[in-house]
C-alpha cells in the first residue's frame, strides 16, 4: 500500500462542513461534554474512542433518546464479549422511529416503488395508524415482549409496518425475501420459532409474477410454533383456509402503544449468509440498533427531515433493516421492490431521479455493471437532487469511484462504506467533512476503535493486516439465538485476538486515517507469504470488457503446494484464447504482483453467490480440496446451485 498522498477526488465545501450534522454535533459536544472544539473530524474520532461512555452518552442527548426509565450509567461492563450497555434503562425503538408523526403528519415517510418506476407515498400519519392497529392486533394474537415474528416479505411497505408493529409490542423481527426458498427459510425461521408469519402470496421480478403460495404452504407446515399467518396479497389472490388478511389487521384507527423494554432486550434476528453449516442467527437489541443508526443515519449519513433516503436492497439484507432505520432522522425511505436492472441496466438511476433521492446507496457490482453497460445517468436522468452515491456489499474499485464522478457528478459524494450484518451498521465509510480519495473508505465511525492488526496483534499503518475493533460497538450481537453457552458467539470473532473483535477482512489503515478493504481474510491468496485478498484480483481482471465476474482461490495442497486457480465468467461473444489469457495474466502481473498470476485460467458457466450477492468462496476452496458437497456448502444459501457442481466435477476430475 503506498503511503504516497495523492490528490482528493472529491473535497466538501467549507458550506457543506459548517452545515454538516457532525460539524453541529463536535460544536455542541465541546461545550456539553468536553469535546475537541478543534481539529475536525481526526480529533472528534480520537475523542469517540477514548471517552467511549461520554461520546454514547452525548448521541443520546444530540438525537433526543427518550428513555422512560433512564440508565444507572452508560457502559456497566465494557469486556467483548458481553459489553452491557445503558443497563438499567428502557427504550422503544419504534416509537422514535414514528416521532416524525408529530410535526410532519401529511409527508411522505415511505416512497413506494415496483416495476412501474412509479412512486406511491405512505405518509407519516398513515404509518403510525398502521403500526398502531397492527401492534393491537398482535396483541390481541397474545404476542408478548420476546416473542419472535417473522415475514416472508419483499421490499413493501408492509414490511415496514410488521417490523415497526412487532418492535412496538416488544417482538423479535425476523425476515426473509420471498426469492429464498423454503429450505432457506426454514433453516432460518426454525431456529427462532416465531408465532406469527407475515407472508406474501408472490411477488414481481424482471416483469414476471413469481408465485410462493406453495413456499408459504410448505412453511405452515413445517413451523409447527406459528399460531398465526397473516396473509399479503401482492399478487391479488385470496387468503388460504386459517391465514388472516392483512387489510382487516391494519384498518382500525388506533394510538400505538409503545412496550417499554431494556436497553438491551431484542430487537431483530438477522443471519450471516450461512454458506457452511446452519446461517448464524445474530440478535441485536432494541437499544443498541437505535443509538448506533441514529450515530450512523444522523451524523455520518448526514440524512435529516429533508432528505430521502434510497437504497437498493431486499428483506434478506442488514442494509433493509438499516434502510428502514432512515425513519429514525425523519427522513422519507424509499422502497424498491424489483429487479436492480429492469427494464434495462439504468433501473435504480431512473428510481433515484422519480423519487428525489438525496442520499443513494446501491452495491459496488451494480456500479461496475453500469460502466460497463455504457450507462451515462447524469445525461439521461436528472440527479440533481443526489448530493452523496453510497455502495457496500463489496469493495467499490478505483474505477468505480472515476465512475460515478465522471458519469454522475464532479462534486458528488462517494462514500464506499463497509460493516456487516454482525453489527447491522458500518465500521467505516461515510463522513460528509472529509475529503475522498480514490478506492478508500472516508474513515472509521464515530466510536469505533477500528485497527489493522498483525498477526500478533500489533498495530500497522499502510500495511495490510486483520481488521479489528478494540472496543464494544451498541449494535454488536447480544448473542446468537441457540448458543446457550455463547461459544459460537465467541469462536466467530473473538478467538484469534481475546476480547478484541475479529471481523475477517483484510483492510489497510492508511496514514491519512482513511481505510483500503481488501476482502475476507478466510478466503486471502497467500503466495510465498506474500498475502493478498480476492478483492484486488477482481478490481484488475473484471476491467477487461471480456471478463463479466471472476473467482480466484488459493488452495493450500496435501504435498505443501498451493494452488491459486482464476475461474471466469466471460461476456457474451468473448473467448478464452491465448490472447485473451496472456492479457489476464500481464494484467495482474503489471497492476498487481507477479506472484499472484494464477495458475490456471478456467471458463465457468457462472460465479455462485449467496442469496445476498456475495461471491462464494471458501466453499468452492473446500470443494477444491475434495471436500463433499453437503460439508462444503449449505445449499440453502446459494443462488445457483447447479453452478457449483461444476466446481466439484472439476475437483473430482483433478483427483
Not at 177 to 188: I, M, W
Not at 528 to 539: F, K, L, N, T
Request: charged content about 20%; glycine content about 10%; some cysteine.
Amino acid at each position: 500500500m503506498s503511503t504516497a498522498n495523492p490528490s482528493p477526488l472529491w473535497q466538501p465545501t467549507d458550506e457543506v462542513v459548517a452545515q454538516a450534522q457532525v460539524t453541529k454535533f463536535q460544536a455542541w459536544a465541546a461545550e456539553e461534554h468536553g469535546a475537541p472544539s478543534g481539529g475536525g473530524y481526526a480529533a472528534l474520532h480520537r475523542w469517540s474512542v477514548d471517552e467511549l461512555d461520554t461520546f454514547w452518552k452525548a448521541v443520546t442527548e444530540w438525537f433526543d433518546v427518550r428513555f422512560p426509565t433512564p440508565c444507572t450509567r452508560v457502559l456497566g461492563d465494557r469486556s467483548m464479549p458481553g459489553a452491557q450497555w445503558f443497563p438499567g434503562a428502557t427504550v422503544n425503538y419504534a416509537e422514535h422511529a414514528l416521532r416524525a408523526a408529530e410535526t410532519r403528519a401529511d409527508e411522505p415517510a415511505l416512497l413506494y416503488v415496483d416495476e412501474t418506476h412509479e412512486a406511491v407515498p405512505v405518509t407519516w400519519s398513515d404509518l403510525r395508524r398502521q403500526v398502531g392497529s397492527l401492534a393491537a392486533e398482535l396483541r390481541a394474537l397474545g404476542v408478548r415482549p420476546g416473542d419472535r415474528v417473522s415475514g416472508y416479505l419483499p421490499n413493501i411497505p408492509q414490511a415496514v409496518v410488521a417490523l415497526l408493529a412487532t418492535a412496538a409490542v416488544g417482538g423479535v423481527w425476523t425476515s426473509c425475501a420471498p426469492d429464498f426458498g423454503a429450505r432457506s427459510v426454514l433453516d432460518r425461521f426454525q431456529q427462532i420459532e416465531p408465532v406469527v408469519l407475515f407472508a406474501v402470496d408472490g411477488y414481481r421480478y424482471g416483469g414476471k409474477e413469481h408465485d410462493r403460495r406453495d413456499v408459504v404452504a410448505e412453511l405452515r407446515r413445517e413451523l409447527p410454533t406459528l399460531r398465526a399467518v397473516v396473509h399479503v396479497p401482492l399478487l391479488g389472490t385470496d387468503a388460504p383456509e386459517g391465514a388472516l388478511d392483512w387489510s382487516s389487521l391494519t384498518s382500525a384507527d388506533v394510538e400505538p402503544v409503545f412496550e417499554e423494554v431494556p436497553f438491551d432486550h431484542p430487537l431483530w434476528v438477522l443471519y450471516s449468509s450461512g454458506t457452511t453449516g446452519l446461517p448464524k442467527a445474530i440478535v441485536q437489541s432494541q437499544g443498541g440498533i437505535l443509538v448506533e443508526h441514529l450515530k450512523q443515519l444522523g451524523l455520518h449519513c448526514d440524512l435529516g427531515p429533508e432528505d430521502r433516503f434510497f437504497w437498493y436492497t431486499s428483506t434478506g439484507w442488514m442494509m433493509w433493516n438499516f434502510l428502514v432505520s432512515g425513519l429514525l432522522t425523519g427522513t422519507t425511505i424509499v422502497l424498491y421492490d424489483g429487479s436492480p436492472g429492469y427494464p434495462d441496466t439504468g433501473a435504480q438511476w431512473r428510481i433515484a431521479e422519480r423519487t428525489g433521492a438525496t442520499l443513494y446507496g446501491t452495491s459496488a457490482a451494480y456500479v461496475m455493471a453500469c460502466r460497463k453497460a455504457g450507462v451515462h445517468p447524469s445525461r439521461d436522468f436528472d440527479l440533481t437532487r443526489v448530493r452523496c452515491v453510497a455502495t457496500t456489499g463489496s469493495p467499490l474499485p478505483p474505477d468505480g469511484f472515476r465512475w460515478l464522478h465522471d458519469e454522475v457528478r464532479d462534486d458528488l459524494w462517494i462514500a464506499s462504506v463497509s460493516g456487516g450484518t454482525d453489527v447491522c451498521s458500518c465500521f467505516a465509510g461515510a463522513v460528509p467533512t472529509l475529503p475522498v480519495y480514490i478506492g478508500e473508505l472516508q474513515a472509521p465511525g464515530l466510536g469505533t476503535d477500528l485497527q489493522s492488526w498483525d498477526p500478533s496483534g500489533k498495530p500497522l499503518i499502510d500495511e495490510v493486516g486483520e481488521l479489528v475493533v478494540t472496543n464494544p460497538m451498541p449494535s454488536m450481537p447480544i448473542r446468537f439465538w441457540n448458543d446457550p453457552d455463547g461459544s459460537r458467539y465467541h469462536d466467530s470473532y473473538f478467538d484469534t485476538y481475546p476480547g478484541v473483535w475479529r471481523h475477517g477482512d483484510w483492510i489497510t489503515v492508511t496514514s491519512r486515517s482513511s481505510v483500503v478493504i481488501h476482502g475476507r481474510s478466510d478466503s486471502t491468496l497467500n503466495r510465498q507469504g506474500v498475502r493478498m485478498g480476492s478483492a484486488d484480483i477482481y478490481e484488475a481482471v473484471e476491467r477487461l470488457p471480456e471478463i463479466r465476474e471472476s473467482l480466484v482461490i488459493g488452495v493450500e495442497q496435501p504435498d505443501g503446494g498451493y494452488w491459486m486457480p482464476l475461474f471466469v465468467h466471460l461476456a457474451p461473444g468473448a473467448v478464452l484464447d491465448e490472447a485473451l489469457l496472456d492479457r489476464i495474466k500481464r494484467t495482474i502481473r503489471e497492476q498487481l504482483s507477479p506472484r499472484h498470476v494464477p495458475d490456471e485460467v478456467i471458463e465457468v458457466p457462472g460465479v455462485p453467490h449467496t442469496l445476498t450477492g456475495k461471491r462464494i468462496e471458501v466453499p468452492v476452496k473446500r470443494l477444491l480440496q475434495g471436500a463433499p458437497m453437503e460439508k462444503a456448502v449449505n445449499l440453502g444459501s446459494v443462488d445457483n446451485v447447479e453452478l457449483l457442481r461444476f466446481y466439484e466435477e472439476l475437483a473430482r476430475a483433478r483427483g
